[in-house]
């Protein structure tokens, strides 16, 4: 089926550092989420982002929906311990359905 | 509870047998989503519900896999004859409707088969 390229497909860092991932897409979408799954759960929603060209903050997390409406960026600021995790974007290109990136997995050494 | 709940959450089965996978979604949730996710891989969709009923089935793997809700809630994911490959994440979200695509998901149900 359809998926998001997501990349980095993983990130090791150090404390405080920031961070940026992103995804493209083949097709436009018109709706665009960043989800965190930690170890043993379902994912959490971060973002969701409705609009080209919209640049949405939660906290130290950023996401924009990029222009052209196949991309979309995440960045985190300041990273801490706790960012650890698998972070996935996902597109809705209005079939009701989300269809999900691969994932980055990011890494944050105190 | 306040969240989307998932039963069991592990579940160890023989190859060959059937297993039932349950999902109480976050009340007043009207859509309903099964995902499937295997070690390190992203979300695969399964199937929805809007209400009772699955317009899109069309994530299911094969025949041996069939899902159903009841009363507009609770809603169980069938996979019958299990096969090692079925070994997965099964995943299940819910949104306000169908429009919104805010999916708050389960913890998940972790199958094994052996």
């Known amino acids: 089926g359809q998926q998001l390229n997501q990349s980095p497909q993983s990130m090791f860092i150090q404390e405080g550092e920031d961070v940026s991932m992103n995804c493209t897409s083949s097709?436009?979408?018109?709706?665009w989420l960043w989800y965190k799954q930690d170890p043993g759960e379902g994912p959490v929603l971060l973002i969701a982002?409705?609009?080209?060209?919209e640049l949405t903050s939660n906290g130290r997390l950023t996401a924009q929906f990029g222009i052209t409406r196949k991309d979309s960026f995440l960045n985190i600021s300041a990273s801490i311990p706790s960012d650890v995790g698998i972070y996935f974007c996902?597109?809705?290109?209005?079939?009701?359905?989300?269809?999900f990136g691969t994932g980055t997995l990011l890494a944050v050494q105190p | 509870g306040a969240g989307v709940s998932q039963s069991p959450s592990n579940k160890v089965t023989e190859k060959g047998k059937d297993v039932e996978l349950r999902c109480d979604p976050i009340?007043?949730?009207?859509?309903l989503y099964w995902y499937r996710q295997s070690l390190g891989q992203g979300l695969e969709f399964l199937i929805y519900f809007q209400g009772n009923s699955a317009p899109d089935k069309s994530g299911l793997p094969s025949d041996r896999f069939s899902a159903e809700r009841t009363g507009g809630s609770v809603s169980t994911l069938t996979i019958q004859r299990t096969q090692q490959e079925d070994s997965a994440v099964y995943l299940c979200?819910?949104?306000?409707?169908?429009?919104?695509?805010?999916?708050?998901f389960g913890p998940g149900t972790r199958l094994t088969v052996t």
């Open positions: 979200a819910s949104t306000l409707g169908l429009h919104s695509y805010e999916q708050y």
């Open positions: 982002l409705y609009k080209a060209g």
């Open positions: 996902a597109g809705d290109g209005a079939t009701n359905k989300l269809i």
């Open positions: 009340s007043g949730h009207t859509a």
């Open positions: 097709s436009i979408f018109n709706t």
